[in-house]
Structures are given as C-alpha cells and as structure tokens.
C-alpha cells in the first residue's frame, strides 16, 4: 500500500482506462489507484477487473449500480480512501485531459511544499486549454473569475477537477453535506476547505481535451455550478454551510 491514491471515475471509458491506469504505474513516484465505475455499459469495469490481476494490491475497482454523478462517485471513492490509511488522496479523469505525469508534482505540492489542498490549474498562468473550442474556453474561464468574485476565494481554477487533498482536509469535511453532483461538487470541495481555512496552493498545468470517449458535461451540470454557488455563498454567510 502507498501513501497516495489516485481516484479515477468512469462511464464508458473503454477507449482510455487500461491507458491512464498503466500511465499512472509508470511514473516513478508509486501511486495506487481507485477505479470508481457507474455500471458502465462499455464494460470498463470488467477490463478494469482484468487490469487487476497484473496490478495485485495497488489498483481497486469500485462498481455502482447506476451513472449517479461525478461529484456522488467523488464521494464514494474518498469513502473508501479514508477507511484505509492513504494520506493523500487525489482526483483525476480517465481520459489524459489531465497528464498523469503532472501527479507526482501535485503530490509534492502538499507531501514537500506542505499545502493541504493542490490543485491542477489551468488559468493560475494565463490560459492553458488544449483542443478546446474557443467558446467553451470562454465558458470555463468566466465561470472561474465568477466563482471567484462570489465566493471571496483567491483560486485562478475553480472548477478544476485534478485535485490532491491531504487525508485531514476530507476527514474534516462532512461529506454526506455535499451537496452538488457536477462540476459544482468541484467548487463546493474547495470553498468548504477554504472556508476552514486549509492552505490551497495550484500548479500550473496543461489541459487537454479528450481525443477518445465522449464529454459527459451538460446544460443541468453548467446550471448546477452558476446557481448553486450563489446559493452556497449566501448559505455560508449565515453559518448554514
């Protein structure tokens, strides 16, 4: 067992996970990854059963029973993290939009630079969004700069979803209260820590858009995020969050 832990959430990422999984062994920090699967109907989690007779005892399978949000999957895979003994435990997409070699540079974010929270940033330099049309880069880094100004916190990416929290951030974090399932659930993980004061640090990345597989982003998931933060703000104003 490592002392780090990669969460990986999937619905249909057959084309990507036996990919990101032997990209994520590679490296020469060791990771242990937690595969967290809605019911894929793609089979991933059965070739992800497969992967685990090679990888004995560093990669795990979580299989739910139906696609219930990447914030609820999120939140199962830090369950299951915490009745274990990692200390770091970080979030990533399947599908290479985020670099497995940035891991090691997140873990050391908090293992060496001693940030509670580290965050794979795609604006903290400029704006660093690869195969994206200009419209949705438009999208993400407005949403960013309004989460910001709503929120009070001084994050460049905050719907980022390439994350590294230490084990006492989620320990302190009640997290049958999180409340949102999408990209939202991102935003409300970083103000909840924000708001008991846990040293938040990012690290510039580069952002590249899936080439396989299919977005699972929405309008009811964009809607969550632009509403659902005024809403978690005003509720933290009156000691409700």
């Known amino acids: 067992m490592q002392d780090a832990i990669v969460i990986i959430p999937t619905f249909n990422e057959i084309e990507n996970i036996e990919a990101i999984i032997r990209a994520v062994f590679r490296l020469e920090k060791a990771f242990d990854v937690l595969v967290v699967d809605d019911n894929s109907p793609d089979l991933t989690g059965l070739k992800v059963k497969v992967l685990q007779k090679e990888f004995e005892d560093r990669l795990f399978l ?18 299951w993290c915490l009745a274990r003994n990692y200390k770091y435990i970080i979030e990533m997409d399947a599908d290479f939009s985020h670099n497995p070699n940035d891991l090691e540079r997140l873990y050391n974010t908090c293992h060496i630079d001693g940030a509670d929270v580290s965050i794979g940033s795609r604006y903290v330099k400029g704006v660093n969004v690869v195969n994206w049309p200009m419209s949705r880069v438009l999208l993400s880094y407005l949403a960013s700069i309004y989460v910001r ?91 409700r969050i």
């Open 62 to 79: 979580e299989i739910r029973q139906e696609k219930s949000g990447l914030g609820t999957a999120y939140i199962h895979g830090f369950k």
């Open 149 to 239: 100004v709503i929120t009070g916190m001084k994050i460049h990416d905050t719907t980022a979803g390439f994350v590294c929290y230490k084990r006492a951030v989620l320990e302190s974090l009640d997290l049958d209260k999180i409340k949102f399932i999408g990209y939202a659930f991102q935003i409300e993980m970083k103000f909840k820590a924000h708001l008991k004061r846990f040293k938040i640090s990012e690290i510039p990345v580069i952002f590249t858009d899936r080439t396989k597989g299919e977005s699972k982003l929405s309008g009811g998931i964009i809607s969550e995020a632009i509403f659902g933060v005024i809403s978690m703000k005003f509720k933290s104003l009156f000691g």
